[in-house]
Structures are given as C-alpha cells and as structure tokens.
C-alpha cells in the first residue's frame, strides 16, 4: 500500500477547478488499493464541499498545514493549539492588522473578524455554503482550541514579509507560512510533514511508502520528507527543490501506482 498525499489550492485544484485527468489518476490509484488525502491549508469546512464537487473520493484530510488531521466525515483524530493570549497578541500587531482578514480554526468551526474588502473568506463560504461564525476582536480570548490563525493580503510579498516578522518574534511558539497572498499561522511544531507523520501513526500506516505533491513553500517540509514532487506551474523555486515535475496530480499518481 502506497500513501498519496497531495497539497490542494495551485496543486489539486488549478485554474479554478480539479481536472478530469487529475479526478481519474485519484480513482486509479485508490483502485489499485492505495490511499489518498489532501494535505491544504484550508480548513475541512472550506475543503470538503470541492472535493465532493469535483468526485474527489479520499481516505483521510490533513488540513490547516497539518494543524488538523481528519477522517473523511470530519472526525477529528489530532489537532494542535495555539493559546489564545498568543492570538491576541499577534492580532495586534501592525503587520496583521493590514490583513483583509482574521480567520480562526477550531475543529468544528471557523471563526472570522476584522474582514474588510479584498476577503475572499466569505465569498468562498457563500460559493460553497459552509458556516462561518463571525466574532469580534475583543472576543478572540474567549475562543476554543484554536489550531490556525489566517491572514490575507494584497500581495505575496506582503505575507512574506509579515511571516519573517512574527516568525522572528514568536518563533517559539508558532510558525507562519505564506502561501502567495495568504498567511498561516500554526503552532511552532507543527507542519504539513508533521502531519503526513502522524497521520501514519494513528491510522497504523508506518512503514508505507509516501508520495507527495505540492507547490507551494509551505508544502515544502512535507517534499523534503517524502517523495517530493511538483506540478509544472509551480514557481522555480519549488521545482528546483523537488525529484520530478508532473503536469498534474493525476500524472504522478498513475506514474506511480
């Protein structure tokens, strides 16, 4: 048994749709006995409706840059913490307070403040009808356990730039990754190859063989640690970084069964 593990926003899902080659590699490779899961930063809420969609069938979903790892119907097996006193700090920082938005993961739920025009947060949750639970900024030290904290701005150099900020002064606790004009933020330890490694442990899966795909410097633990590969339109940077370049997802799966 083979373990796929493919990143979802630039990787999967190109161009604004999943690809009929791409689907078909997916249920070639399941057929062939194998698994298959999407590791995104997304969270399950803003996930899983594209996947059913697009006929996207999975064995697991690894979401918020490995802060919550799932079974398919939404069943939390893992997710990690960010203490909200850390939230609201960070929240308050100048470079965040220029982002679009706030958006906070739990499990269950996705919480969001501070939104202004250029969001695109809620125009996805009305596109694909998930819930959003909308809060004030003085309510973030009353959330729950909180795994994700998402930021967007204008340009990409913008979320790299903030990112080399918070991670420079709150590297102890929490890393965030940019990803184009997004920013994420997630516990210190935690990452889309933390994710892939513990999702073998609680699905009894050591020992299998991981291939992974994705495009993006936040997919970047999870290609170094496994079969890492990339599709064409990624950036050089990242294809410079990876064993192989495919045209898609569905092209390294059938390549590999």
């Known amino acids: 048994m083979k373990i796929a593990a493919s990143d979802y926003d630039g990787t999967l899902f190109r161009n604004d749709e999943i690809s009929a080659i791409d689907a078909d590699g997916v249920n070639q490779w399941r057929a062939a006995g194998n698994k298959f899961g999407v590791v995104s930063g997304r969270d399950y809420g803003m996930l899983m409706p594209q996947l ?74 009305r596109q694909w009808d998930f819930q959003i639970k909308k809060i004030t900024e003085k309510e973030i030290l009353n959330l729950p356990q909180i795994h994700q904290f998402s ?25 965030a990754y940019p990803n184009r004009c997004s920013l994420d933020i997630t516990p210190s330890a935690v990452s889309k190859r933390q994710g892939i490694e513990k999702l073998l442990d609680l699905m009894n899966w050591k020992g299998a063989e991981v291939f992974a795909i994705g495009d993006e410097i936040n997919d970047l633990p999870m290609l170094k640690a496994f079969n890492g590969f990339t599709v064409d339109t990624a950036r050089k940077e990242i294809q410079r970084q990876v064993k192989n370049i495919f045209s898609g997802v569905g092209e390294m799966l059938i390549k590999n069964i």
């Open 52 to 125: 059913k969609h697009y006929g996207i069938a999975s064995d697991y979903v690894i979401c918020n840059n490995g802060g919550l790892i799932c079974k398919v119907d939404g069943t939390a097996l893992w997710q990690g913490n960010i203490p909200v006193e850390i939230l609201a700090e960070i929240a308050s920082e100048p470079c965040v307070q220029t982002s679009f938005h706030f958006a906070f993961s739990a499990a269950d739920t996705t919480y969001l403040c501070h939104e202004s025009e250029g969001s695109w947060i809620m125009r996805e949750a």
């Open 151 to 175: 930021l967007g701005y204008i340009t990409a150099e913008e979320s790299f730039s903030a990112s080399e900020i918070l991670n420079e002064k709150y590297g102890e606790t929490i890393h």
